[in-house]
Each structure stands twice: as C-alpha cells, then as structure tokens.
C-alpha cells in the first residue's frame, strides 16, 4: 500500500528556493527530485497531481502537548488525535514535552511520555523540561542527549508552586547544556509577578478571564525574557525563547542578536492573528477557552511579531498545542487563576500562517517554509531529514493549494476540542495531500492516519562550535582591574 508515491507537475518549495519538478517518494524518504520523473516511477506507483499547487517540506510544530496532565487535569488531545489533526493540517512531525513534576526522576517521566507517545500517528520528539535540580538531575540530562537524543531543554519561569524554574536552576541547566550541545529553552514569564497580580487582580473583584491578561501584562514576559537573556550570555549559552508574545520580547531578542548572542524566538501562530479582546467577551466558554500563557495582546504587539519573522529576529512558529474542553475550562469559574491553560491550533497553524503571512505580502513561499519547518529542523538538529524537499530526506510534504479555502472550525477540525479558537476565520491556502513517511495520509479531506506509525525522532547534540560563545566570554572575563 502506497510503497511509492510520485507527486507530480508542482512547485517545490524549499527555504533557500522555489523551482518546478516532480517529487518521488519510495519506502518513506525522497528517491527523487526533477523534472519528468514518471519515467522512474515504480509499477504500482500512486500518482498525485499538484499542477498549479505548491510541494512544501511538512511542517513541523516544535512546541505541542499533548495528553498533558496540568493544572488538575488531562489535555483531550492525546498523542493520536493530536498528531492526526496536525497531518490534516500539513504538519508531519511535533516536539512535545515531558514535564517531570519536581522531584520526579527525569529519566521516569521521559519513560512515561514515550509510552503515551507510542500512539502517535506522525513523527515526534520531545524537550525535556528542568523543574528541579540535584546530582540526579544534571546525570540524567546527560542520559538524555547522549543516549536517548534528547537535544533541548525546557524552562518554565513561570508557574510559581508548580513547575517553576528558579534562578538556581536555570542556571545549573543551562550550564549543564552547554556542556552537552543542547538547547535550552524558556517560557519567558516572570513567575513571582504572575503570582502577586493575580492575588491584586482578584482583590479588586475581578474574577473572571478579562484577569488573567491584566496579570500577565507584556514587561512579566519582557523581565524574564531579558533575564534568562542575560544568564545565556553570562555563560556563553544559545537561548530559544519559546512563544515570544510581545514587543518587550522580542526587543530582548533582537537586542541581544544584535550584540552577536546566539538567540533565537518562536511565535504562536494564534499570537499572530488573536488579539486580547477575546478576553472581554461575557461569555465565560468562550472568554475561558482563550486562557493561555503569555495571553493574548494588543495589536500593535501582533505587529511586532510579523516584524520579527520578517526580519529574521524572530525564527520559528509553533501552536504550544495544549487543548482542554469547556467542561474543564468551568475549573475556573470565579477564579481565572484556576483556568486551565491553554489553546489548539495544531491543525490550523500552516494555514492561518499562509493566509496572514503569504496572502498580505508579509512572506515569500520561501520564507513559510523557513518559519513553519526548515528554521525548526535546523535549530533541533533534524536537518536535513525533516524541513527540506531533497532526496535523501524524510518523505515529509504537503501539497499546498494557494488558491483553496477553507472556514476554520471547531464542527470540522481533527482535534478532539470542543472549541477552536480560529472560530469562522476564512483561510485562503490549504494541504490538499499530506505525506508522513512517504504514505498519503491526508487526500482531499481523507483523513487517513494510523495510531502508532509515528516514529520518535533522536536528535543529536550540537558539535563543538556550541560552545563558541562560551569561549568567547571565557576570553573577555580575566582582565586586569586597573587603578
Ligand atoms: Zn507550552
């Protein structure tokens, strides 16, 4: 079934280029990128027609989670469906995250999120998460890069009594990563913030969701955002600052990239395009279920963050895919600090990205693929296997039609959610085929995924240049105090 699949009469797109040629997949990866190529083609070969469409490497969302136990429940996306709504929406492979509690083992925790992972239906890997810190941590960390192809490592400087990383900590991580050629990464929120002006917010009566941006405003994520900054020069560590939502972040970023520092931003799809009037709706499920973290913004930081992808100070999008129904929402009824946290968005991020970016002139098809897949896959090592329409590399590709619409909705999206917050968004540029390892899974609507054909994704440490940064700093520090 589907051995081989040849793809033909399109316009491939890759980060560097685009160019008209045939592509033809056999047993999972690319055997062939060229003109004419039907010649070639295997006995049996399926035959999919992409004349006037796009061939693009799948996209890859380097920031989900799924079936993630936060804030007293379970996300409704599981490994399967979530990655089954991501191959519907022309994403062939997610980072997701394991979160071990503080104090949980890491190695645990990593054995138990790639037992729920064993169902995905598309290619994955994870970041790690640092909650805590002793001699079992920093060994562990090593267990992982060196032998379980963990590469990147997470920081949460937010949720203050939970998963909150201290200075301490992150600190010793990011030594610790350097060390091992991994990336650490951040939430960038000032958690001690967060956790004061929630106690005001409520204090002046205000219960409902229209809380939980007043106590998240943009200088929580702009302080901690330059701190861990600071830290990763201190040590001549590279940061990627995961979901950069503001202006204040992203100033951070592009100061820092500007001093040399190796800094890197992600933005969420829905930051892009939602801004913070969600928050005013008087309907509670509606208002509830854009509760996230960072929150929503203002326009005018929207803007912002189009400027930093186009510019190149910003490098990634992802959804932080993290969905919980309306029913779990209600936790948070009379107290918007008992929300549970979080959006979907898996599925629509390719489109939404296309259709804001591509259709208004912001973006080249070029540039899509570097902020959808190509700049992903560099930045955690899976390049060129993943982010790259070339032979050789992973058959991964979305055949893109830049003239298809679709209305975005929760009545017709593969995620379990009962809600989407793309809600009636008309989105012009869709996948019409998805390939995951070389097999259509996505055809016309068909949506055609298998649990478990996902396969875990090692990806390797960075090389000695890692560290070049910390050399440098290594260099400038023993100078002479003069009198
Ligand atoms: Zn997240």
Redesign the pocket.
């Known amino acids: 079934m589907n051995k081989s699949v040849l793809i033909r009469g399109g316009t491939v797109v890759n980060a560097d280029r685009e160019f008209r040629a045939d592509v033809l997949c056999v047993d999972g990866v690319i055997a062939a990128v060229g003109e004419s190529l039907t010649a070639q083609a295997p006995a049996g070969c399926s035959v999919v027609d992409a004349g006037g469409q796009y061939v693009l490497p799948g996209g890859i969302d380097p920031?989900t989670?799924m079936n993630f136990p936060f804030m007293g429940t379970t996300t409704v996306d599981d490994f399967y469906s979530g990655t089954s709504a991501a191959l519907a929406g022309g994403t062939t492979s997610i980072i997701d995250?394991v979160i071990p509690n503080p104090k949980q083992p890491l190695m645990e925790a990593y054995r138990i999120w790639r037992s729920w992972a064993e169902h995905a239906a598309s290619d994955y890997g994870f970041h790690v998460a640092i909650t805590w810190w002793d001699e079992s941590v920093h060994r562990d960390m090593g267990t992982l890069v060196r032998e379980e192809g963990v590469n990147s490592f997470k920081h949460f400087m937010a949720y203050k009594n939970a998963i909150m990383c201290d200075d301490e900590t992150l600190v010793n991580s990011f030594r610790r990563s350097l060390e091992l050629g991994a990336m650490p990464t951040v939430?960038a929120e000032n958690g001690e913030l967060v956790f004061l002006l929630q106690q005001e917010v409520a204090r002046m009566g205000i219960t409902g969701p229209e809380g939980h941006p007043l106590s998240r405003p943009p200088m929580v994520e702009g302080e901690a955002a330059n701190r861990a900054i600071a830290i990763a020069e201190v040590l001549g560590v590279p940061i990627y600052v995961?979901?950069v939502s503001c202006q204040e972040s992203a100033d951070a970023i592009a100061r820092a990239r500007a001093r040399g520092q190796r800094v890197y931003g992600e933005v969420l799809a829905g930051h892009l395009v939602i801004d913070d009037s969600v928050y005013r709706d008087p309907d509670f499920t509606r208002a509830a279920a854009h509760v996230m973290s960072p929150p929503f913004r203002s326009k005018p930081h929207q803007e912002a963050l189009w400027r930093g992808l186009q510019s190149g100070q910003l490098h990634t999008t992802a959804t932080?895919h993290?969905t919980f129904c309306a029913a779990q929402k209600a936790a948070g009824q009379g107290n918007f600090a008992k929300i549970p946290n979080?959006c979907g968005g898996v599925e629509e991020r390719m489109a939404v990205i296309w259709d804001a970016g591509v259709n208004s002139g912001r973006l080249t098809p070029s540039e899509f693929v570097a902020i959808t897949s190509a700049n992903t896959a560099k930045l955690f090592n899976l390049y060129p296997q993943k982010g790259l329409v070339a032979p050789g590399a992973d058959a991964d590709l979305v055949v893109w039609d830049p003239s298809g619409h679709k209305t975005l909705s929760a009545k017709t999206h593969h995620s379990k959610n009962d809600f989407n917050i793309f809600e009636g968004r008309t989105v012009q540029g869709i996948p019409t085929h998805t390939l995951s390892q070389g097999k259509l899974v996505w055809v016309d609507g068909d949506l055609r995924t298998v649990p478990g054909a996902g396969r875990y994704l090692k990806r390797p440490a960075f090389g000695p240049q890692f560290t070049a940064n910390a050399l440098r700093a290594q260099v400038e520090a023993p100078t002479a105090v003069e009198r």
């Open positions: 920031h989670h995250f939430h995961v979901h932080d993290c979080g």
